[in-house]
Each structure stands twice: as structure tokens, then as C-alpha cells.
DNA sequence: ATGAAAGCGCTAACAA
DNA sequence: TTGTTAGCGCTTTCAT
């Protein structure tokens, strides 16, 4: 691509600024960036002419000579086929609104599917970004890693799970608090054996969700013995095994590591001809939309996204002023969404969905 | 934010890498902008410098020069409760990839929610972006009579519906045709009475793919009196739509201008007793999340996204490097997924939606 | 085919 | 309090 268009061309300089309020360029540059140590009538005869001219900054030329991009790096993995991850879009949303706050942006980029470390480095070195976020901490071992060993500023949204000795500033949002929640819910309305349906054994946050729905199960003093089950994240995968809980004919509460698996439980209830809050109920994870629009309605557990991206945005701060981070990191707490799956009288799903 | 963290100091610069190779900066630059110029093994001798070092150019620095920043501006609307523009994040994911193949990278800006012109002045006047990408020019034509008036390129996805001396770019899929594929679909599958629920008149784009669903019904030779329904795009509006619509008897297909509408036609028909496939069909719109994930599987019209994004970069470049393009729009056909709400032996949904 | 000089727009350091 | 000088790292003349 050819760089002919100028489209700066037509936009003021300092300079221009300078020469219409009759003074230096620095002493423009001050009014943008030191204004208290301008005479009042000066800062005001500058911040006229700026606002006259309509003057931004340049930010190459401003970036060159501070170093800072005010750019924040995040990896955004392509679109898979099937694979949606709503909740990660819903978190680049709020992370984009509250980083605008501080005149900050985000800049999206891709690496290579099979190369979890690709595009990182090339932003580094082309100064690019400020620091990055990273958003998968149970995959992202490498990713942290490599980050850390050239010294390059970033943000977990996410624990360190495998890394005892991580020192990077993170956020998370308590899972096993999450689990906990739900299980207590199904316990409240009335169901006993209550079953966990979670992901593989090799999923940390999925053992961590787990261990809340089992501290609850303790709490209650109910037996767990072959109530937890650990499957695929996929729809069908979680029908079939709520089949299996069911054909037991005791198991009537279901807490799930993800809508999609709650979803799948729901599925199961509709082929069988059992009514969701009523015969059985049903909590998913992750509040997606999948939740709002599922019938009729599901019971999830909401992840504090917004909360989320202005802890982020608050630790990307410190980490490039070089302030300690003190505590490093920040465990979020999660809500219940009460729908139909559980509680037949809560309100019907409305929501719009485009 | 105090700019104290220097990452750039560590890093290579052209000067260090034309000492290494024993050259001037200037055929440095030259061996990455211009290598015919240099001789053989020069060039040679260059390269393996600038591999050695793990030189990248930087970026602030040949944007200054170059007034190129290689970057595409794009508003990311934040997140409003209930409200998930699934469709367009999806539609993200495939841009970022794309355009990373032309290393060019997206950066997402907010804007202040009751301004929709916010943002884009600033990223201009700081000469941060080459060009934008506007997504939704059914509420957007204040952006492009913006962007049109200060110069700067863009283009768009979506057709300019309501500005007839528009003179940009634009890519978008055929809804009509949707719509019509839809249709079609139902009709082979054995409906006859197939309605139609659609947005509001004013919808431009709810207006079109009711065209489609029109001209499909009327080249089967079927009335449509009463079976053309307009709400607003919530599950729950649809789903007393649909009651209305089965109450009387006769119809049995549902093409729909969203997933969210044919979702709460699910809904209805699950309240009836009536098994989606078999007793009725029902289509909707976008192939979201939502249609793979429902009971029992959602028929639904799918955009081609992919190649949106591939489109929006050849014009993009176009554009940018002030080449005429002809035509200014791009139509693309959209697909049909065909799922158990209209076909019982199609196959499960299985999909992983984390 | 390669090198020297100039300057993009800004701000840090210093001088007045 | 304001102005001057220098230079961030790159590319674009233009000279060699």
C-alpha cells in the first residue's frame, strides 16, 4: 500500500499553534503537558488558539520523542469455527470504553494460530504498544513467560495458574465463589443431589469451579460419590451425560462449569419431557447469551466484566509508571442470574439479542 | 500515566544495525523499502544484520516520515446490557486476521455513546489511523458525512441505504437474498403458509430481507395477506408474534429476520407442544451463537464474514493508495446452515461455545 | 550502488 | 515564565 494520501497535511502543527498565539512552540507544548507553569493570560491565549485550529497532537511524532504509545496490545484469536468466545468480546468492549477514560487504546492484533507467542514481539520491537493484556492464563503459560523475560509490561486477566513464581499484576474472577453460588441456589430451591457438570481434569478453572460446587455439596453435608462429572465443553457431549444422571431417577439439580454445558443439560430435559425449574434445575456459567435466550431462560452465574477492565486498566497504570503492585493480584466476585431453569417465576427472557 | 518504562531502549535501531553490517543507515532502509537498489550480497550482508539483531523498524518513527501509520480505526460501541452485537465480533476476529496479512492492525476506539461522531476527529488530527472501517450504516450516515467531509478514507460495512450521493467503498451481504434462501428452503421442505417476522419498518436492512421472503412467496404463487409481521427484536416479542401467528392453524413456517426472533418462535412453539422439524420450520438470521445452541438446532441464514473482511481490505488498500474503484459496492451472497428446526435428520448441535 | 544531509512534529534539557 | 537547542528513528532528496 502506497502511502500518497497525506491526510495530516491538512491538520495543524505546533507550530501553527505557536505562531497564531504568538508564542514558542514549547511554550505550546507546555500548555498541552505542563499547563501550571504557564502565566494564566498565556495559557489561555494558547488553549484559545488550540481550540480555534482544533489541534490534536500527532502521536508518531509525540510517541517518538516520549516513548509511549499510549497503546495497550491485545492478542485477538480468529474467529474458529463453532468456538465463540462471547464472554472474551464482552471484556474487549468494557476494556475499550475504560481505557478510552485515559486517552488509551486498544490495539487489536493476530499471530499465527499455532504460534501462541507470535505478533508479540514484533510489536515490541516496533514499539508499537505500551504493555498488553493477555487473556488466557491456563494456555498462556508461554505467552507470560516470554513477555517477562523481555521485560515487556502486561496484565493477566487471569491467575497465574502453573507459574509459582509469576510476578506480573493479574485479575481473576473467584470460579470455585462462582460454583459455590450456584450450587448453594439449587440447594435453596429444594434439590439435594445436586450434580456438577465440568471439563476435563486437565482444566484448571474448571477444577477450580468444581472444588466450590463441592465445597458446597460438603457444606449441606450431601454425599458427592458420582454426582461430578468431567466432559467436553460442547453442547451434545453435556446432554448425554445428563441422560446418564438422570436414568438414576435422584439427580435433579445441575451446576455446570458453562452455558454451553448447562445448555446440553437443558436439552436432555426437553427430550425427556422434564420442565426446567420445575422437575429440574439448571445454572449455567458465564451469563452468555446463549443464557438469555435459551428456553426457558437459564440461571447463570455473571462473571463482573466492567469490574474486571477497570482493575486491569488500574494495574496497566502502576505497572508502567513503575509502581509496585501491592497486592499483585485482584479476585473478583461473581453474581447469580436467576432465570426459569431454576425459579419458574422469575422473569421471562426478554432480551434482545442483535 | 508517567512514560518512565523505556521498553525501546533495548531494542535495535537502524543506525545499529548499519554499524553491524558495515553499511549506512541509509541502505539499511533501503534493503527493507527498496532491495533492488542494493547490490547482492550487500543486501545480503544487510539482511542477516538485521535477522541477527531481531531488528523491526520503528514504527512512531516511519509513520512520522511516512504518514502512514498502518493502522484501521474501528469503534467498538461498548457492551449495553442485553444487547450483543455477536454478529459483528465476529466479524472482527476475521478482520483483525486479514489485515494482519497486509501488516496493517485494527485499533478500537470508544466513543462517547449519545455522540456517534466521537472519536473518529481525534484519531485523525493525531494522524493515528490511515482509515476507518464503519459497521453500521443503517444509524451511521452521520460518521460517513463526517469522515466525507474531512477526506478521510473509509469504508464501509453496509451499503449507504439512505444516501444516495454516497461515494464510498462499501461491502455488505444480500439480506434479500437470505431471506429468500429462507424461504425457499421452507417451502421445499413442505410449508405453505411461511411468515415472515421481521423488524420494524424503519429498518432498512429488516426491510430488505423482507423483500426477499415477498419475492420468494410470490414466485410460489402464495399469498402473504397477514403473514408479514413486524416487532421489535427481542425473544419475548417474538414469541407472542408466533402464538398469534399459530393460532391460526394455518401457518407453519417461520422465516425471520434475526436469530432472536426465530429463537422466540422456538420458544412459542415449545409452549405448544409442537416439535420444531416436524410440526413446524423455523429459520433465522446471522447463524449466531443462539442457532447452534438452541433446542433443537436452529436453521439460520449465515453472512460470510470472511470474506466481508477480505473485501473491506482490498478496498481498504484501494483507497488508500488513491486507486479508482470500480464498482464502489460489493454484494456477497449469503449461505444457509440447515439445522433440525427445519430438517429432524440434520445433525446434532455439538458446538463448542467457549 | 551507496552515502550525506535534511526534516517529519514533538518534548527534555537547558538558557535567558 | 518563556524561548532555544537538540534529537527521538526513520525516509526522501540529492550527491557521489
Not at 429444594?190 to 456438577?196: L, T
Not at 462429572?229 to 439439580?253: C, F, Q, S, W
Not at 427430550?271 to 425449574?277: I, K, Q, T, V, W
Request: charged share 25%.
Amino acid at each position: 500500500m502506497s502511502p500518497t494520501r497525506r491526510l495530516t497535511d491538512q491538520y495543524p502543527t505546533l507550530a501553527t499553534v505557536a505562531e497564531r498565539a504568538g508564542v514558542s512552540r514549547q511554550t505550546v507544548s507546555n500548555a498541552l503537558n505542563n499547563p501550571e507553569l504557564l502565566r494564566e493570560d498565556t495559557l489561555e491565549r494558547v488553549q484559545a488558539a488550540i481550540a480555534e485550529l482544533g489541534y490534536t497532537p500527532n502521536r508518531a511524532a509525540r510517541q517518538l520523542r516520549t516513548r509511549a504509545s499510549h497503546m495497550i496490545g491485545l492478542r485477538f484469536e480468529p474467529a474458529q469455527e463453532g468456538t465463540s468466545n462471547a464472554l472474551m468480546d464482552r471484556f474487549v468492549h468494557t476494556l475499550v470504553e475504560t481505557m478510552a477514560k485515559t486517552g488509551h487504546h486498544v490495539l487489536l492484533f493476530s499471530g499465527a494460530v499455532d504460534d501462541p507467542l507470535d505478533g508479540y514481539d514484533d510489536l515490541l520491537r516496533a514499539t508499537a504498544v505500551d504493555a498488553f493484556v493477555i487473556t488466557d492464563t491456563y494456555a498462556g503459560t508461554a505467552e507470560t513467560e516470554l513477555l517477562r523475560r523481555v521485560g515487556a509490561p502486561f496484565v493477566t486477566f487471569g491467575r497465574p495458574w502453573d507459574d509459582p513464581d509469576a510476578a506480573h499484576p493479574w485479575v481473576d474472577v473467584d470460579g470455585a465463589r462462582g460454583a459455590c453460588l450456584a450450587t448453594e441456589h439449587l440447594l435453596s430451591v429444594g434439590h439435594r443431589r445436586v450434580a456438577w457438570l465440568g471439563w476435563e481434569e486437565t482444566s484448571r478453572i474448571g477444577e477450580d469451579r468444581r472444588s466450590g460446587w463441592r465445597r458446597a455439596m460438603d457444606d449441606a453435608g450431601i454425599d458427592t460419590a458420582r454426582l461430578g462429572i468431567r466432559t467436553t465443553d460442547n453442547v451434545d457431549a453435556a446432554r448425554m451425560e445428563a441422560h446418564k444422571l438422570l436414568d438414576d431417577g435422584t439427580v435433579t439439580g445441575f451446576a455446570c462449569a458453562s452455558d454451553t454445558l448447562a445448555i446440553g443439560v437443558l436439552h436432555a430435559l426437553h427430550e425427556r419431557g422434564l420442565r426446567p425449574g420445575v422437575d429440574a434445575g439448571v445454572v449455567g456459567f458465564d451469563d452468555s447469551l446463549g443464557a438469555h435466550v435459551s428456553w426457558p431462560g437459564l440461571t447463570s452465574v455473571r462473571q463482573p466484566l466492567e469490574q474486571v477492565a477497570v482493575e486491569i486498566v488500574g494495574l496497566l497504570h502502576a505497572v508502567l509508571s513503575l509502581k509496585p503492585v501491592e497486592p499483585l493480584g485482584r479476585l473478583l466476585e461473581p453474581t447469580l442470574v436467576v432465570r426459569r431453569s431454576t425459579v419458574p417465576e422469575a422473569p421471562r427472557p426478554g432480551t434482545r439479542a442483535r
